[in-house]
């Protein structure tokens, strides 16, 4: 581990306000530094590949006609902007072994970044919505879940994601910021920004909470409520076949729901922000690692995103 204090940190000591923070990043061995560099960077490039592929399957195919892959896309742009936003700032940071942000773009980051997350949760309720009128209710559901259903939920997801983030931002801006301007993590999330204010940041710290909390667990709650109901009906399915392929058109947003909510339990239950490494860890968990394998569950279990691959592959390769 390398221990080190930035000169310019020392001039900002006497000033009542800060203009600029740094990011430490990683506390590494220069050794390992570039290694991590180059697993990063690859980690991003199969990331941007793979939700991209998702994104051109579904509008250039028979897929955009069923809501359910037109949420999936919208839900991998999410996680092509949140990693975007995340990774590479943080490959900069990881070369230079920590950098400095202005105070306005570590709130752009910080905006950003939860508008991006918090829209991850609202689309995946919509998705179990979708799930809940296929499987409950199948003899309406094309009635009920049309295009212009499809894109309001849409909608809603994204303007809601942003006017929560910005009411967050709204609180979070009126502090006053002038304490030591050290940020120790590889990105700006709301916990070490708070820690550079020398205002009172109990209220705000309520406020942000009540909005993570409504951003998280009210789409959580949302979606066992329809899971509830969805395997009642699978149960009163008579065949096991008929059971085994309603489960199966559940089993990739499953997967996906889990490795959402686990990684964020991790690091805002699990790992407090005292104990910095293990925070860290695992937000790099739900920052780089799941939008990596999020395609990779769709892609695997889905049967018409691999037909719709096959299909491109073999327009693509026929003469």
């Known amino acids: 581990m390398e221990e080190f204090i930035p000169r310019p940190l020392l001039e900002i000591h006497n000033k009542s306000s ?12 220069q050794s390992y530094r570039f290694v991590l560099f180059c697993f990063f960077m690859v980690t991003y490039a199969l990331t941007f590949s793979c939700n991209f592929l998702i994104i051109l399957l579904v509008f250039f195919s028979k897929l955009s006609r069923s809501p359910m892959y037109v949420l999936l896309s919208n839900l991998s ?27 306005i773009g570590c ?13 991850e949760s609202f689309l995946l309720s919509a998705m179990s919505y979708d799930r809940f009128l296929a499987i409950c209710k199948p003899l309406h559901y094309r009635l009920i879940m049309g295009p212009g259903l499809c894109i309001c939920l849409i909608l809603v997801c994204w303007a809601l994601s942003t006017l929560l983030m910005s009411i967050a931002l709204g609180f979070v801006t009126t502090l006053d910021f002038c304490r030591d301007n050290i940020i120790d993590h590889f990105y700006c999330d709301v916990i070490p920004i708070l820690k550079l204010s020398c205002s009172d940041t109990s209220s705000v710290e309520m406020v942000v909470s ?46 996906v729901v889990s490795t959402y909510y686990a990684t964020m339990i991790m690091v805002y239950v699990v790992s407090p922000s005292r104990f910095v490494i293990m925070n860290k860890v695992f937000s790099l968990l739900y920052t780089v690692i799941t939008p990596l394998v999020n395609p990779f569950i769709y892609t695997l279990r889905n049967q018409d995103i691999n037909a719709a691959i096959r299909q491109t592959l073999t327009s693509l390769t026929r003469p």
């Open 18 to 29: 800060i203009d600029n923070v740094f990011i430490v990043g990683l506390r590494i061995h």
């Open 77 to 103: 742009i999410a996680e092509i902007l949140l990693t975007s936003n995340i990774v590479p700032p943080m490959l900069h940071i990881l070369l230079r072994n920590g950098t400095y942000f202005s105070l």
């Open 210 to 255: 009540s909005l993570s909390s409504a951003a998280t667990m009210v789409p959580l709650l949302a979606i066992i409520a329809t899971y509830v109901f969805i395997i009642r009906a699978i149960n009163r399915i008579s065949s096991s076949k008929g059971k085994e392929k309603a489960f199966s058109t559940c089993s990739s947003h499953l997967g």
């Open 107 to 119: 709130f752009t980051q910080f905006f950003l970044f939860g508008v991006f997350l918090v829209t």
